[in-house]
């Protein structure tokens, strides 16, 4: 398995005081679908196996928002496996409203043990890795998810985090925080 698909109605909980989903639910959005995918495989981000507890800490995660998403809104939520190493994941994370692209990601996970001196890289369980399988190619595809056009992220990036009145806050070069 390569791929996942699910769906998530915005809760009001997930917005801010713009109305708008907040930014970091983005990040909590994108390890649900994980849990679905590594749960579509019969495993879980936390197991038990010889006594000994397995799980997967993230190491890396971005997120581009290219759209607000809103109270209400039913969001697609497209999970691929970008890079199946030794003992990571990386998955390309899509999410559109309609077709519409709302945020895209990714997120590394290292496969770990834990025990008293911490957790422990380890190889992915060899029944685990030979169910995983690389998506290869992430050209857009007909699917309702698709990718957006060129260019179309930085404009959608000042609707969904608009600059405060005096502009974007930081030292003036334009960039959020910048």
Known sequence: MHELHTRRRIEFSDTDMAGIVHFARFFIFMETAEHEFLAALGTSVSIEENGQKIGWPRVAATCDYLAPARFGDLLDLRVKVLRKGRTSLTFAHEISRSGTPIARGQITSVCCRFGPE?????????????????????????????????????????????????????????????
């Open 118 to 178: 911490g957790a422990k890289p380890i190889p992915i369980p060899p029944g685990l890795a030979e169910k995983i399988e690389e998506a290869g190619d992430l050209t857009p595809d007909p699917s309702p998810i698709a990718h957006p056009a060129p260019g179309r992220g930085e404009k959608s990036k000042e609707r969904a985090a608009p600059p405060s009145p005096g502009g974007w806050v930081g030292d003036g070069r334009g960039g959020p925080g910048g």
